[in-house]
């Protein structure tokens, strides 16, 4: 398994992962799906990664993520042992330092456009009215200020993705995780989506790490990292 550099609090990356190693039991057989994964990703930093189906980008994601711990290996945040956490103080980590943007929209349906944004900002207990002005004006950035009281099945299949996407940036995130965030888009809210990531991520300096199946998209980012066979190389930009 790889070192980790030996980093002072003020150099370490954002995010980074050290001989990631993630084993599933299938019938009785060891499934290796990682097989030592290195990565470091320095802040305002756009990598993509991408793969055939089933390689184990999403895998790679939910332990970047903290929603999965590995088999081996560490994933580390500003130097910290992420996956040594417990599973209460990952849960905080997770809230305060990393935006997740999935393929489906994940919105909560009783709730409407604002108060889905607010809700990282909410179950961190933020006074109620300050999380939703932040939501109404992070809305606006991504142009739904007319749609704040809209409930998901009221938006359009673009709309929803975009309150997604404002939802993870609504706690100020060092690091955006993005699964296919345009893959069940038509083409023009695709690129709307893609393009307003892009935007977002270069006005706050996040890092952001976007799996994906589509190779001009990925091209467009910082690197273009290929998983396969359970390891990580550089796929060119």
């Given at each position: 398994?790889?070192?980790?550099?030996l980093n002072s609090p003020g150099d370490a990356p954002p995010l980074a992962c050290y001989g990631l190693v993630r084993h599933f039991r299938e019938q009785g057989r060891v499934l290796e799906v990682l097989r030592?994964?290195?990565?470091?990703?320095?802040?305002?930093?756009?990598?993509?990664?991408?793969?055939?189906?089933?390689?184990?980008?999403?895998?790679?994601?939910?332990?970047?993520?903290?929603?999965?711990?590995?088999?081996?290996?560490?994933?580390?945040?500003?130097?910290?042992?992420?996956?040594?956490?417990?599973?209460?103080?990952?849960?905080?980590?997770?809230?305060?330092?990393?935006?997740?943007?999935?393929?489906?929209?994940?919105?909560?349906?009783?709730?409407?456009?604002?108060?889905?944004?607010?809700?990282?900002?909410?179950?961190?207990?933020?006074?109620?009215?300050?999380?939703?002005?932040?939501?109404?004006?992070?809305?606006?950035?991504?142009?739904?200020?007319?749609?704040?009281?809209?409930?998901?099945?009221?938006?359009?299949?673009?709309?929803?993705?975009?309150?997604?996407?404002?939802?993870?940036?609504?706690?100020?995130?060092?690091?955006?995780?993005?699964?296919?965030?345009?893959?069940n888009l038509d083409p023009d809210s695709g690129e709307q989506v893609f393009e307003l990531l892009l935007r977002l991520n270069r006005d706050s300096g996040a890092a952001l790490v976007v799996v994906t199946h589509?190779?001009?998209?990925?091209?467009?980012?910082?690197?273009?990292?290929?998983?396969?066979?359970?390891?990580?190389?550089?796929?060119?930009?």
């Amino acid at each position: 398994m790889a070192e980790a550099p030996l980093n002072s609090p003020g150099d370490a990356p954002p995010l980074a992962c050290y001989g990631l190693v993630r084993h599933f039991r299938e019938q009785g057989r060891v499934l290796e799906v990682l097989r030592g994964v290195d990565l470091s990703i320095a802040s305002g930093e756009r990598v993509a990664v991408v793969g055939a189906s089933g390689c184990g980008k999403t895998t790679l994601l939910q332990l970047l993520g903290g929603l999965d711990t590995p088999t081996e290996g560490r994933v580390e945040i500003d130097g910290r042992n992420f996956s040594a956490m417990r599973s209460g103080e990952r849960g905080m980590e997770r809230n305060r330092s990393i935006g997740f943007v999935y393929q489906f929209h994940h919105l909560l349906p009783e709730f409407n456009a604002v108060e889905n944004v607010a809700m990282p900002l909410l179950i961190r207990r933020s006074p109620t009215p300050e999380a939703m002005e932040r939501a109404a004006k992070l809305l606006m950035q991504v142009g739904l200020g007319e749609r704040l009281s809209h409930r998901p099945a009221k938006l359009s299949g673009g709309e929803r993705q975009r309150v997604a996407v404002a939802r993870a940036l609504i706690t100020r995130p060092r690091i955006v995780l993005a699964d296919e965030p345009t893959g069940n888009l038509d083409p023009d809210s695709g690129e709307q989506v893609f393009e307003l990531l892009l935007r977002l991520n270069r006005d706050s300096g996040a890092a952001l790490v976007v799996v994906t199946h589509d190779r001009l998209r990925a091209r467009r980012m910082d690197r273009v990292l290929a998983l396969r066979d359970g390891l990580l190389a550089d796929a060119g930009g």
